[in-house]
């Protein structure tokens, strides 16, 4: 049963609305808008196909992204692959981003400060790459999508809808590295993608000339909120 969220949180007092993602990274720039730049090697914008059906969303750089300028490198990077390849999906047919663009120092949790700064530029993304189904990794990326305390553990292996969205949480590819029992669970989620996408492949040609113009592979309804 899906769950319907109402709040994302974290959303930043300013708005930035760019005609795409070049424009918005750009835009992005040599960011110094929080103090996450100073210890940071590069901003991570994030990578992949700007109409990408499916939109991972972690929680920030880790150090190998820091250095690399890409998200999701290095052995929950090639886990990662591993999933997408099971489900028959190249890396290149998907987004992958960041709440932060900027590593916290050490890997610290992200300050609400950074967040509220920040968090806008994703919400930007999200619109450009307007994606059929956003998947969270772990716990940080769920809590602020979702705008829950609720734990990934009960939170993932279902849909909940955001602004009108799908978000599937799952556990990080990285917690499943150092608990290999969480990767039967991924690779449970990532089966319960596949058939999700699949339905609303066939959704949208049955239905792509009833419904508005635009609209055919999104699901066709409205939920309050926004993301
Ligand atoms: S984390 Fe975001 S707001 Fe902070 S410096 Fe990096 S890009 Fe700018």
Not at 17 to 43: F, K, N, S, Y
Not at 54 to 70: T, V
Request: one cysteine or more; glycine letters at 10%.
């Amino acid at each position: 049963m899906e769950a319907v969220h109402h709040g994302v949180r974290g959303r930043g007092a300013h708005c930035v609305t760019c005609a795409d993602l070049t424009a918005l990274e750009e835009h992005i720039g040599d960011c110094r808008r929080c103090p996450l730049w100073e210890a940071r090697t590069r901003v991570v914008f994030g990578v992949g196909d700007p109409h990408a059906r499916l939109l991972f969303i972690g929680e920030a750089p880790g150090r190998n992204e820091d250095r690399k300028g890409e998200p999701f490198v290095g052995a929950a990077g090639r886990l990662l692959d591993e999933l997408l390849t099971s489900i028959d999906i190249d890396r290149s047919q998907v987004y992958i981003a960041n709440v932060l663009k900027c590593r916290p120092p050490g890997n610290r949790n992200p300050q609400l400060a950074e967040i509220g700064t920040c968090t806008p530029f994703l919400a930007e993304q999200v619109r450009l790459i307007d994606p059929v189904v956003i998947v969270t990794l772990g716990n940080f990326a769920t809590k602020h999508i979702l705008g829950t305390d609720e734990g990934i553990t009960q939170l993932r292996g279902r849909f909940h809808i955001v602004g009108g969205r799908q978000v599937l949480p799952i556990f990080h590819p990285a917690a499943a590295l150092y608990s290999p029992d969480k990767r039967q669970y991924l690779f449970a989620d990532f089966a319960l993608l596949r058939d999700t996408l699949d339905g609303v492949a066939q959704l949208a040609r049955v239905s792509a000339t009833a419904l508005p113009a635009g609209a055919a592979g999104r699901l066709p309804f409205e939920i309050e909120g926004s993301l």
